[in-house]
């Protein structure tokens, strides 16, 4: 996403004749929405598993980025730029916190703080090396265009063309990677129920309960 921001900000800039400030501000859209659906999170991953907002976070964030890619030179903020922000936004909002989770979600409780940094730290690599990917890829968009406003265009079609093929890749890796690991994994409302039963039934006949079939209930919910 990093990339995201470095041309959509220099599209911004160089094209539409942005401030700094204003650039700032013109990237609302994205932020506000992102916000707002993170907070539904914790309410999805409730009723659904987590590879559900994240599967659908990704092709959002990727239905954005190919809209956003057809910028012209003649665009308008509004059109162009705003609106596939609002999808970028929803998509991100939907995506990150599910992804970092599924990146720590079997690792033992005496590993988590070792695994999240090893999760963070590879979001770091990942946005550093894909911008340099983007970069790489779009710097020789646009040679012979009469105007550098065209060519900074061009340039920024192409990276954010690129980024959308990378967004490809990671829906891929979240349909066979994800989504089947958690088809295999309880949800936490299959979860809670289970343990509630247990809970009554243990307090009722005062006796530990036999745990040897929660694992054929769970999978019988789910």
Request: net charge neutral.
């Amino acid at each position: 996403m990093i990339g995201f921001f470095y041309f959509s900000t220099q599209f911004m800039q160089g094209v539409l004749g942005f401030s700094a400030f204003q650039a700032g501000i013109a990237f609302f859209p994205m932020t506000v929405v992102n916000f707002a659906v993170a907070l539904t999170i914790p309410r999805l991953a409730a009723r659904f598993s987590q590879a559900l907002p994240l599967a659908t976070g990704v092709l959002l964030t990727l239905l954005g980025m190919v809209w956003l890619s057809r910028v012209q030179v003649a665009s308008s903020y509004w059109e162009a730029v705003a609106l596939p922000m609002v999808l970028i936004g929803a998509g991100q909002g939907l995506a990150f916190a599910p992804m970092t989770s599924a990146g720590i979600v079997d690792v033992p409780a005496e590993d988590a703080g070792a695994a999240s940094g090893l999760v963070n730290t590879f979001h770091q690599l990942g946005m550093a090396l894909g911008l340099g990917v983007l970069v790489a890829a779009s710097a020789h968009s646009g040679a012979g265009l009469p105007s550098a406003a065209a060519v900074l265009t061009a340039r920024v079609d192409t990276a954010l063309l690129t980024g959308s093929l990378l967004l490809v890749l990671c829906l891929i890796a979240v349909l066979s990677l994800v989504v089947p690991s958690a088809r295999h994994r309880p949800s936490p409302a299959a979860a809670s129920s289970v343990g509630v039963t247990v809970s009554a039934t243990a307090a009722t006949d005062g006796h530990a309960p036999d745990l040897s079939h929660l694992e054929k209930e769970i999978s019988c919910r789910n």
